[in-house]
């Protein structure tokens, strides 16, 4: 199972950015799909989830309203537009994948058994 994630860069307060997700070796539609992201200092922090099959999205609350994530089961993608960014906001970003994530960890990241490498959002004020 591999997960690429992109899409990151420098963005000033008030943008937007769209990161991507491809993955392979998973069968797409079974495995549910996640953002985490992780300031210098700072523990890893969820930022939105999709389960599996329609199971949900689910978005932390600091990013509610801002922030989107959508799959492309046909591509095996996933996005999420990020708008009215703020300088909080930056940190390395990355997705995730489980087929076998249980509702209680959806904003867990123990809850994810696979990782794509990061890709940096910076946002300046």
């Known amino acids: 199972v591999q997960l690429q994630a992109s899409g990151g860069g420098l963005v000033q307060a008030g943008g937007s950015l769209v990161l991507s997700c491809a993955t392979s070796?998973?069968?797409?539609?079974?495995?549910?799909m996640a953002w985490f992201r992780q300031a210098p200092g700072k523990e890893r922090e969820f930022v939105a989830a999709?389960?599996?099959?329609?199971?949900?999205?689910y978005y932390a609350d600091s990013v509610k309203g801002r922030f989107t994530m959508s799959r492309d089961n046909a591509k095996n993608t996933v996005s999420l537009q990020m708008n009215s960014l703020k300088p909080v906001d930056t940190a390395i970003y990355y997705c995730a994948a489980s087929r076998t994530l249980i509702l209680s960890n959806t904003r867990n990241p123990s809850g994810y058994n696979y990782w794509g490498q990061g890709t940096q959002v910076t946002v300046s004020s």
């Open positions: 999709m389960r599996r099959s329609g199971g949900g999205t």
């Open positions: 070796g998973v069968t797409f539609g079974t495995y549910s």
